[in-house]
């Protein structure tokens, strides 16, 4: 009887029928525009950068289903039939029976931090990415990282000892967050162990639990792939799992959405809920488009089903451990193991000659984008100011955008970079503004 033996080679799952150019740069021309951009990534345009891994999140291909759906969009102003086929999709996936539309997730995190947050109010995360705690900031908010750390497989876990002292605490808790996958710990997933018990702590406290669920389908596959007991369960059953064990969420369908635009506010909360559409009339639209077109809410409703498609999720993993694998021979080290969506730099280690107010990770992030065109993303000093933990680059992989051919461009550029690194110098601070600087700061080298 013959075995059918997997093959050892993990292809993309899709074809590609549409394809765009990208620029082919000389390292002359990559210095100038880093001098030109202040040596910020951000600021560089896009057309000038040869494989852009700045970031995961709106820089996904859609799907022929997805770019199909986009002309069924209805564009009435209410009660469009685009928003009954996305609020289906998240009820499917989520449960919660108040869902509101929004233009991307910091939109949700605004809205959300707005209805029941008050100045001096402590929001305990397992770590707050840049745009949750700017947010919550801006509001008088002070944002708590309690990330656990400890365990090899489920690095974006919330210290549960942490979060029982914050809760017991005299401050005043409105809610508790945690974020899948923990984006700036590495991309590290959470396990439904830790959030089943910090919803256990929430529950004695009385204090309602939102997850930042942007990366909920990556989350759910490594449960499946790494935690006890789930190896049997689909990822959507899973992902339905997490959604149930919160009060609701913030999601950024610009990235497990595969979506270039589009957002997430959903909640099992009726008196929350009032608030929030309330809020969400005033700044983004109707409750039943939120600042969406029609065929934006057609093209979300469809990737958040397919984010979920086993043999996706088998192929992002293996890309992302093939870079992780590449990055490592080259001579750089890494946050392992690697997350679902990213492969970090850790640039503490890479450069131990440059301090973090000489900003590190950034000069790590520069010097790959001036040997090969590659960009990619600091989170470190730079990002999160003193509050920062780690000195990262984020190498982001957009999804269904890039072949191995390209993974392995990225592997040859740091490479190069690995083998001069005691060369490299740091940054400073030329001009920033009070929030998110690193989205507009200019900066000079040291020296």
């Known amino acids: 009887m013959s075995v059918d033996v997997p093959f ?20 002359a021309e990559r210095d100038a525009l880093l001098a030109e951009s202040g040596y910020n990534l951000f600021r560089l345009r896009a057309e000038h950068v040869t494989i852009d891994l700045l970031t995961d999140s709106g820089t996904g291909a859609m799907s022929d289903r997805q770019w199909a759906a986009l002309l069924a969009g209805d564009e009435s102003y209410a009660g469009s039939r685009s928003f009954e086929r996305f609020e289906s999709a998240v009820h499917r996936l989520t449960g919660y029976p108040h869902v509101f539309p929004v233009h991307q997730g910091r939109a949700a995190e605004r809205i959300l931090f707005e209805a029941v947050v008050r100045p001096g109010d402590v929001v305990p995360n397992n770590t707050h990415f840049d745009t949750t705690r700017a947010n919550l900031e801006h509001l ?10 400890a365990d090899p497989d489920f690095g974006g876990n919330m210290d549960l000892v942490a979060l029982e002292r ?4 005299e401050r005043r ?12 710990v590495g991309g590290q997933p959470v396990s439904m162990a ?18 930042d669920a942007a990366r909920f389908a990556e989350n759910a596959w490594l449960v499946k ?5 789930f190896a049997s369960e689909s990822p959507e059953s899973i992902a339905r799992a997490m959604f149930e064990l919160a009060d609701g969420c913030t999601v950024s369908a610009k990235k497990d959405g595969i979506v270039n635009i589009g957002g997430i506010l959903a909640t099992r909360r009726a008196d929350w809920a009032k608030q929030f559409q309330v809020l969400l009339i005033l700044t983004e639209g109707f409750p039943t488009y939120g600042g969406l077109a029609g065929r934006d809410l057609e093209a979300m409703a469809v990737g958040l089903i397919e984010a979920l498609e086993p043999e996706y999720l088998r192929y992002r993993q293996a890309t992302v451990q093939y870079l992780a694998r590449g990055l490592v021979k080259a001579g750089l080290p890494i946050v392992e193991p690697p997350g679902g969506h990213a492969v970090f730099l850790d640039a503490a280690r890479a450069l131990p000659q440059v301090p973090s107010a000489e900003l590190p990770a950034q000069a790590l992030a520069l010097e790959l984008f001036r040997e090969g065109g590659v960009r990619t993303v600091e989170v470190g000093t730079l990002m999160f100011g003193p509050a920062a933990r780690h000195e990262l680059v984020r190498v982001a992989l957009p999804r269904r955008v890039y072949t191995a051919s390209h993974v392995d461009w990225v592997i040859e550029t740091a490479e190069r970079v690995a083998a001069r690194l005691g060369e490299i110098r740091g940054y400073r601070i030329v001009d920033e503004p009070p929030l998110l600087r690193h989205f507009t700061a200019r900066l000079a080298p040291i020296g």
Do not use: H, S, W, Y
Request: aromatic letters at 4%; a positive charge.
């Open 173 to 184: 808790v409105p809610l508790v967050m945690m974020t899948l996958t923990n984006n700036a």
């Open 140 to 149: 008088g908010g002070v944002a708590c990282d309690l990330p656990a750390g």
């Open 8 to 27: 050892r080679t993990v292809i993309e799952p899709f074809r590609i029928k549409a394809v765009e150019p990208i620029a082919m740069t000389t390292r």
């Open 225 to 229: 792939q790494r935690e006890p007991g």
């Open 194 to 211: 830790n959030l089943r018990a910090v919803r256990a702590l929430c529950d004695r406290f009385g204090v309602p639990l939102f997850v």
């Open 166 to 169: 914050v809760l017991a605490g």
